[in-house]
């Protein structure tokens, strides 16, 4: 898939149109800074981002980032528009109103749909992007590369099942239940030696002698039914006194003072789990907030869902389980008090029913102490649909006057009770203990079932995130072999090898790069790597996942991506370019002018289009690109305001084009002690092409090969301009207007004129395996060697 | 190499993943397992899900195991 055109309209920094006409090759594109290039690498972020530019995602560029992605003096009611054209009459275009509402169409329709699926860091690399992957901490890089290794969805569907799992144990009530069961569990234990069928059935049928004459029902629930009625029979039929003496045993059997101390007592934890919530959740705050304050934007990030603000993933992901993990604990506590309170509601309850009885109410009524006259008619003012819902932290006191009253008096009363009495009482609870056996075998079964789920999505999630794992480190592994690869190339001979991606152990999500530094080995290249090795580091790992996969065929943007490199490094890369991205379009951007006077001048031209963006003169303008490939417009744009500054201009872009082309032709020149071989100029260069290429330089006409002259007079010519106006220039000063043009186009001409004019290629560019010779693609011109 | 974009494709993959994982649930409660792996195959876990939607999918899933427990005691009866 390559790029056959990009067209802007009223974008970042174009206006009326700007055409990049790539005709699917590759494009090295110049332009001073501000020159407008990174407008075409904003224009393909746009469409991949789906309207969004990272570098503009902040406060002043407006909700759709319309004071940033339109150039400031579109005229009114005219849309910024952005078409890129591929090969195969493929074509995605997006029209953005005034308001910045982008509008996307593309032929065929979905093609704009499979462009925003590619990841934007497979497709374009930008100078301040270069070392951003490397400088990430180890979960930042983990997160960066989830989505290039195409794992990002399963990531998130740990998350999911995370969540899930949090919402299946609050939406079945799990805490509520399972404090439910402990409660009934304690209780129906105080009375049966253990809750299995043979041991409650065996305790009833011995209470069934007592009880029940004829035959002995086989099965536990109709023994226990048959058993309850009995016993309450039974009370029934004894004498008032005996009668009062069972219900007042029945409200003793409530057990309210310690229902009274495990309401109390959860009640204070639940208080002390909402304080320790508070102090945590604040906590947690503060240390995001001041990680915000911190946080570079180059760091890994997510968008926070709560607040749209970027943070760390990894530090994201640990807040919200914290969050979750006090919650969950919080709710614990509310269950217990919960079910802890309204059991005692429930007691309370239960015991104004016993105390309304007939035979109770008369006696309390007429012969019962004062003291339990009062505390009954307290309890029988209670609101107890008010106390079911809460605790009633204001009428703590009447609740203790209540509990404590009802069971001192009661107790003081039970003293003289006959024992006969403790037994059918005792017996009764037992019974009602054996009838609490399936509610509880049923609270058992639930949440046994609940926790298959739990079970089933734990062990869910842990088998996805060991395939994230194993897939990462698989993937990784072969990245790494391709990073070494391209490494090796831009730095050969260099002690800093074996640089590779890898998973460290103590960490979950975590991925970083470790090295050997002059054969030791290091866990990150923060540690040792210069700028421009990190630099160069990142572009390896750019490269090496952008050959991941499908994407390995789409083109790739490099906008000034070797600013910190030296000159051989910057030679190595073009190798690179030249060998390993030979099939790929590349779009490479550069403010560099000698780099781009070298790419121009090594880059073959079957493969290769050159632009030249002319400097930025304001809004109204936009994008201008130059006519020519080379860079004297830099020198023209000079001109009017300081000619002396433009000469020298020509000066510099005449030393480095020369010196390539005596690289390139391999002109041999004079040996000159120390640093002075590094500090030839020019003339130096064009007086030995001159000496030279009237031997070397051929051109054929028909079958005849003749000296080519013509380009060694328009040498001597710019000689002569250079020494007379370049130096002086340099040197002295003083030039004027009508000179720097005559030295501006006599350069131009003396470039130009190792170009074939029939095939348009170098006289370098063919294939230069022959030791004896030079030539360009079409043979017409040669420069001979012997 | 491998390719991301098989990976990408991998709803098999990771219905296969969570199919083995959750084989204990299958024997347990095959009507949970069932919707589990449904919503599997059409994507819900691959996707952000708002608190809502996975609430409402716990929902089912406890009102599966109820309704498994229904047919069994029909069964036992």
């Known amino acids: 898939m390559r790029i056959e055109q990009i067209e802007l309209s009223w974008f970042r920094g174009a206006s009326e149109k700007a055409t990049l006409d790539t005709a699917s090759k590759s494009v090295v594109i110049y332009g001073a800074n501000g020159a407008g290039k990174s407008s075409f690498c904003d224009a393909i972020e746009y469409i991949l981002s789906n309207g969004k530019i990272d570098h503009l995602s902040h406060e002043y560029s407006g909700v759709r980032q319309e004071k940033g992605v339109r150039n400031t003096h579109t005229p009114d009611e005219r849309p910024s528009t952005i078409s890129v054209n591929f090969d195969g009459d493929l074509k995605v275009g997006v029209e953005i109103a005034c308001d910045g509402t982008p509008t996307f169409e593309s032929n065929p329709t979905e093609l704009v749909d499979y462009m925003q699926s590619w990841e934007l860091e497979q497709f374009v690399l930008r100078q301040d992007e270069v070392a951003k992957f490397v400088i990430k901490t180890k979960g930042g890089k983990y997160s960066a590369l989830l989505p290039l290794l195409g794992l990002e969805k399963y990531e998130q569907v740990a998350e999911n099942l995370v969540l899930l799992r949090s919402h299946v144990i609050e939406r079945s009530n799990l805490a509520s239940k399972k404090a439910k069961l402990t409660v009934l569990e304690g209780e129906a234990l105080k009375h049966l030696p253990d809750l299995s069928e043979a041991s409650v059935l065996t305790t009833l049928s011995t209470l069934a002698k007592d009880y029940i004459t004829g035959d002995i029902p086989p099965e536990r629930q109709t023994l226990s039914d048959v058993l309850s009625r009995s016993i309450e029979a039974r009370i029934g039929s004894m004498t008032p006194e005996i009668t009062r003496y069972t219900l007042l045993n029945q409200i003793i059997e409530e057990d309210m003072p310690s229902k009274l101390a495990g309401a109390k007592k959860t009640f204070l934890n639940m208080q002390g789990q909402v304080d320790t919530l508070l102090d945590s959740r604040i906590d947690v705050l503060e240390k995001a907030q001041d990680f915000l304050d911190r946080l570079e934007i180059s760091e890994g990030e997510i968008e926070c869902p709560a607040c749209g603000q970027p943070v760390k993933a990894e530090n994201f992901i640990k807040h919200v389980k914290d969050e979750l993990k006090s919650l969950e604990q919080v709710r614990t506590a509310r269950e217990a008090h919960k079910l802890a309170w309204r059991t005692l509601v429930n007691s309370l309850d239960k015991i104004r029913g016993i105390a309304q009885q007939e035979t109770l109410a008369l006696w309390i009524k007429e012969e019962a102490p004062i003291e339990l006259k009062d505390v009954i008619t307290d309890l029988n003012k209670v609101d107890f649909v008010k106390w079911y819902e809460r605790y009633p932290v204001k009428e703590e006191d009447t609740l203790d006057k209540i509990v404590i009253g009802i069971v001192s008096q009661v107790e003081k009363l039970l003293k003289r009770t006959p024992p006969s009495i403790n037994k059918i009482v005792e017996d009764r609870e037992t019974v009602n203990s054996a009838n609490s056996v399936d509610e509880i075998n049923t609270l058992k079964q639930e949440t046994v079932q609940i926790h298959w789920i739990i079970g089933a999505l734990d062990s869910s999630e842990t088998a996805v995130r060991e395939f994230i794992k194993t897939t990462t480190k698989g993937i990784i592994d072969q990245i790494s072999v391709e990073i070494q690869s391209l490494w090796a190339k831009l730095h050969p001979n260099e002690p800093i090898e074996d640089v590779k991606l890898y998973m460290p152990d103590e960490a979950e999500k975590a991925i970083d790069i470790s090295l050997k530094f002059f054969g030791v080995e290091q866990p990150s290249p923060r540690l040792t790597l210069s700028e421009g090795h990190r630099n160069s580091l990142g572009l390896c790992i750019f490269l090496a996942f952008s050959r991941l996969g499908s994407a390995s065929t789409r083109p790739i943007l490099l906008d000034d991506i070797v600013s910190s490199w030296d000159r051989e490094h910057r030679g190595m890369l073009v190798k690179i370019l030249t060998q390993d991205f030979k099939d790929r379009q590349v779009l490479l951007f550069t403010h560099e002018r000698e780099w781009f006077q070298e790419l121009r001048l090594r880059l073959p031209s079957t493969d290769w289009k050159f632009f030249v963006l002319k400097p930025w003169k304001g809004p109204d303008v936009g994008l201008q690109w130059s006519h020519s490939e080379d860079t004297f417009d830099d020198a023209r744009d000079l001109i009017e305001q300081d000619p002396e500054a433009a000469g020298n201009c020509v000066r510099r872009i005449m030393d480095t084009h020369l010196g390539i082309i005596a690289e390139n032709l391999q002109i041999n020149m004079p040996y000159r002690r120390g640093d002075r071989n590094d500090h030839r100029t020019c003339v130096d260069f064009i007086e030995r092409l001159i000496s030279e290429g009237k031997a070397r330089f051929r051109i054929r006409t028909g079958e005849e090969w003749l000296g080519y002259e013509e380009p060694i007079s328009s040498w001597l010519t710019t000689r002569g301009l250079l020494i007379a106006w370049g130096d002086r220039s340099s040197h002295t000063g003083s030039m004027v207007r009508n000179e720097v043009e005559e030295l501006i186009e006599a350069c131009q001409a003396s470039l130009n004129s190792f170009r074939c004019a029939g095939c348009n290629s170098f006289v370098w560019s063919a294939d230069r395996t022959r030791q004896e010779r030079l030539q360009c693609n079409c043979g017409k011109l040669q420069w001979r060697y012997g | ?77």
């Not at chain 2, 649930?25 to 952000?48: C, G, M, T, W």
């Not at chain 2, 498994?68 to 005691?73: I, K, L, Q, R």
């Open chain 2, 1 to 77: 190499m491998n390719n991301p974009d098989t990976l990408k494709d991998g709803d098999s993959a990771l219905v296969d993943i969570l199919r083995s994982s959750m084989a204990e649930l299958d024997k347990q409660s095959p009507r949970v397992y069932q919707r589990l792996i449904q919503h599997a195959r059409e994507n819900f876990f691959e996707q952000h899900q708002t608190p809502g939607r996975i609430r409402s999918l716990a929902d089912e899933l406890l009102t599966e195991l109820k309704e498994g427990n229904e047919d069994n005691e029909n069964r036992t009866n």
